[in-house]
């Protein structure tokens, strides 16, 4: 099956359609009528019309979840660190910051830090990696060569 082509319909919509929306909507357009215009789905305008109707407003609502631990100024103290350390764990960070933070901060979170920094995990290395005569000799290995080892177990 083919991949479907990127639809109009996942993006968010703006202001203005909002307002077009409500607009057809009160002219009496059906939500089929009106997602067929605007080429959105039927659920995204009754679910526009739907805020409408509860709550008079069709703005986003901003501040959902929970507020952030940490201000701008912290995140890039924690980012900072992880570039020096370039190998430390979360928690790790998470004791070298504290400190300069002034309140504790979950190693859950040093970890989203990080990755909204691009920063994603390190970890040391705990095996020396193959040369590359080792990688092809690995992959050159025959099936009699695996029976053997396979035997001496």
Same mark, same amino acid.
């Given at each position: 099956?083919?991949?479907?082509?990127?639809?109009?319909?996942?993006?968010?919509?703006?202001?203005?359609?909002?307002? @077009?929306?409500?607009?057809?909507?009160?002219?009496?357009?059906?939500? =089929? =009528?009106? !997602?067929?215009?605007?080429? @959105?789905?039927?659920? +995204? +305008?009754?679910?526009?019309?739907?805020?409408?109707?509860?709550?008079?407003?069709? /703005?986003? *609502?901003?501040?959902?979840?929970?507020?952030?631990? /940490?201000?701008?100024?912290?995140?890039?103290?924690?980012? @900072?660190?992880? @570039?020096?350390?370039? /190998?430390?764990?979360?928690?790790?960070?998470? !004791?070298?910051?504290?400190?300069? +933070?002034?309140?504790?901060? *979950?190693?859950?979170?040093? =970890? =989203?830090?990080?990755?909204?920094?691009?920063?994603?995990?390190?970890?040391?290395?705990? +095996?020396?990696?193959?040369?590359?005569?080792?990688?092809? !000799?690995?992959?050159?290995?025959?099936?009699?060569?695996?029976?053997?080892?396979?035997?001496?177990?």
């Amino acid at each position: 099956m083919p991949l479907r082509p990127f639809r109009r319909e996942c993006e968010q919509l703006s202001q203005f359609e909002r307002g @077009r929306i409500i607009g057809m909507m009160e002219a009496g357009w059906s939500a =089929r =009528r009106v !997602a067929r215009q605007l080429g @959105r789905s039927d659920s +995204v +305008v009754r679910r526009c019309w739907d805020q409408w109707m509860r709550e008079m407003s069709f /703005t986003r *609502s901003s501040g959902l979840g929970c507020p952030r631990q /940490t201000s701008r100024r912290e995140d890039r103290h924690i980012i @900072r660190n992880t @570039r020096v350390q370039l /190998t430390a764990s979360s928690a790790t960070i998470q !004791a070298q910051v504290a400190p300069a +933070v002034g309140h504790p901060v *979950s190693s859950r979170t040093i =970890r =989203r830090r990080l990755a909204e920094g691009h920063l994603g995990s390190r970890c040391p290395l705990r +095996v020396l990696p193959l040369t590359p005569t080792q990688c092809r !000799a690995r992959g050159n290995w025959t099936a009699a060569e695996w029976k053997r080892v396979m035997l001496h177990l």
